[in-house]
């Protein structure tokens, strides 16, 4: 039980200055946190409750799928990440300076921590699958972090860690855990907002991962769904097809070269040129890992989605090209490339679908100072045998394989869970026993839920004008007990320590004095969102009835 008259973080009357979102303002003004730096908080006594609850339920399902708890350490050595080339290819982690000539990470993930741990315990088929999983705080240097919970640089996290002797068997395994995050999920009372989402499986797998996203309009980004199929797709990797196809002109013009001196970007050449951003061409050179110069073109009101680029070239990763090797590879200044004139023959030349039937339109002529309109395929530019989908989509556009409107709306992840394949078993060497008694690499998955970034999420979600509305089973506590007068508080004690020996926790607000009253307690327990009211007060003092009760949020 929480006694209020003994409780040292107070709540303020108002919303503090400086929150850059409401429900951050209102957990200030409740004192439930407080902000040591940007991007990382202290979690006092109240929001350090709902954190429990919501771990002890993730814990709960975890458990119940049988994976197994483990604490790894939030430090690591160089080595450990050389193993498998991470240590000079991510940028977000902390590095913690020399000591005794070694050098150490501060861990976002640990992948490179779990695998040799578990190998040490299975070797044969018959240990798999297995799965292994943490709670833990975790840091990463987030170049976009957020002044409030979403996306800090430090936060919890849920990470669990899976072992599979084939893909079939994987498979299974990955789809039984999207059930486990969806009760989970359904059980912090999220359900009716959750989608699961196709997502890029970077650098670990060709194939999607996926993505547990809240319906939310503070969202950081947008989650396109099909309305018929039910899929939905990250802003990254969604197959677009623009939502009213080009016409051809009646009248193919002649193809016009354009002096425009510092004229570069589409917006520029609309005003100069008088040509809609829908008649121009938006083109971009890249360089692979491979060595390939790569000239990319969309419509000019769409922007290039480099993922769905790469994914389309078969290549590791794309950079945009120097600007020394584009005057090399064009014989123009950066600003003037375009499809039309190309000098070079092997350059490889990818035009995304957006442009088919497009007549009459502009683009570059890879001559320094020029662009040129009334562009057309065939007549100016041989049309290629193949268009692509490598546009960003907008909002408008269709799902090219059922032709339906995107519903676009802004989300917040608030889960995980990629295919890893053998990237980190074969890195370290990780080796199992099959039937037939052969040496065989096992496939992985990786699952993560930001557990702080949920409790951002809820908070969020469930915040009104009063305060933070938590559902019942994660709130600080069950019960808030009000008591107004001194004479009153031994009965509402003696309530308070019944319902506590029942297992619900209790706020007490025993406060007493003249700059303490009811409006107050009241206004207290709305901030704090605690559902169960129950006020002890000379009014019931001497009735059958001992105490009056409230609902949150009711009359």
Same mark, same amino acid.
């Given at each position: 039980m929480?006694?209020?008259?003994k409780?040292?973080?107070k709540?303020m ?5 400086g ?8 957990l ?10 940007a ?9 350090l409750?709902?954190l429990?609850?919501i771990?002890n339920i ?7 799928y049988d994976?197994?708890?483990?604490? *790894?350490p939030a ?10 080339w991470r ?11 020399v ?6 990470w501060?861990?976002s ?5 779990i695998t040799?741990l578990l190998?040490?315990f ?8 297995v ?7 975790k840091?990463?240097?987030?170049k ?20 599979h002797?084939s893909?079939e068997e994987?498979?299974?395994?990955y ?10 999920f ?8 959750i ?11 060709d ?9 939310l ?8 769904l099909d309305?018929?199929s ?5 802003k990254?990797?969604t ?9 051809s002109d009646a009248?193919l ?10 004229v570069?970007?589409?917006e ?12 121009a061409t938006?083109t971009m ?5 491979d060595?390939k110069?790569i ?7 769409y922007?290039?989605?480099t ?7 078969g290549c ?9 090797k ?12 375009g ?5 070079a023959s092997?350059?490889?030349?990818y ?11 502009e683009?570059?002529t890879?001559?320094t ?13 041989l ?9 960003e989509?907008?909002i408008w556009?269709k799902?090219p ?8 709306f802004?989300w917040c ?5 990629f295919p890893?394949e053998t990237?980190?078993?074969?890195a370290?060497?990780?080796k ?5 008694n052969?040496e ?7 699952y993560?839920i ?10 969020e979600?469930y *915040? ?25 508080l031994?009965?509402a ?6 319902l506590?020996?029942?297992g619900?926790k209790?706020?007490f607000?025993?406060?007493m ?5 009811f ?7 709305e901030?704090l ?11 019931t ?15």
């Open positions: 929480i006694q209020l008259s409780f040292p973080f709540t009357k108002s919303t503090p200055n929150s850059d979102n409401i429900s951050t303002g209102l200030l003004q409740s004192g439930m946190i407080r902000q040591v730096m991007w990382v908080y202290t979690y006092t006594t109240l929001w409750q709902v429990k609850n771990e993730v814990r709960e399902e975890m458990n119940n994976c197994f708890e483990t604490l *790894m430090l690591s050595p160089r080595d450990a990440w050389e193993k498998t240590w000079d290819s991510i940028d977000v982690f902390f590095h913690i300076p000591t005794n000539d070694k050098e150490y501060l861990n993930t640990h992948e490179e921590i040799p190998w040490e299975i070797q044969s088929y018959k240990d798999l699958p799965c292994a999983y943490q709670i833990q705080n840091f990463r240097n987030e976009r972090a957020k002044s409030w919970l979403l996306r800090g640089r430090e936060f919890i996290m849920k990470d669990a860690y899976s072992f002797s893909d994987f498979k299974e395994y789809e039984g855990m999207k059930k486990v995050y969806l009760k989970i359904e059980r912090l009372w999220l359900g009716n907002d989608y699961i989402a196709q997502a890029d499986g970077g650098t670990f797998t194939k999607y991962s996926h993505e547990f996203q809240v319906k309009e503070i969202g950081e980004d947008l989650i396109f309305p018929l039910k899929e939905c797709f990250n990254e990797v197959p677009s097809m623009i939502s009213t196809p080009n016409k009248i013009l002649e193809r016009e070269d354009i002096y425009a001196p510092w570069i970007g589409v520029a050449l609309t005003k100069t040129l008088g040509v809609p951003a829908h008649k938006k050179m890249f360089e692979t890992n060595g110069f000239v990319a073109s969309v419509r000019g009101d922007d290039i989605n993922l769905k680029l790469q994914k389309i070239i590791k990763w794309l950079s945009l090209a120097q600007e020394e584009i005057k090399q590879m064009t014989g123009a200044e950066v600003g003037y490339a499809i039309y004139n190309l000098p092997w350059i490889e030349l035009l995304d679908d957006s442009l088919v039937w497009l007549t009459n339109f683009t570059g890879n001559k100072w020029y662009h040129s309109k009334n562009v057309n395929f065939w007549k100016d530019i049309e290629p045998k193949k268009f692509y989908d490598f546009k989509a907008k556009d799902n394989n059922t032709w339906e409107i995107y519903e676009v802004k992840e608030v889960g995980n869970i890893l990237k980190f078993s074969l370290l060497g990780v199992y026993l099959d039937e037939n052969q065989k690499i096992p496939l992985m998955g990786c993560g930001g557990i702080s970034r949920l409790m951002g999420v809820i908070a979600y *915040m009104d004008k009063n305060g933070i509305a938590w559902p019942e089973n994660i709130a600080p506590a069950y019960y808030y007990i009000i008591v107004l007068w001194e004479e009153n031994q009965r004690s003696s309530y308070a320590k019944n506590e020996k029942e619900k209790v706020i607000d025993d406060r004095g003249k700059k303490i009253w409006g107050q307690k009241m206004g207290d327990a901030l969102g605690i559902k169960n009211i129950v006020i002890f007060s000379d009014k003092k001497d009735t059958e009835k001992w105490y009056e009760t409230k609902i949150r949020g009711e009359k």
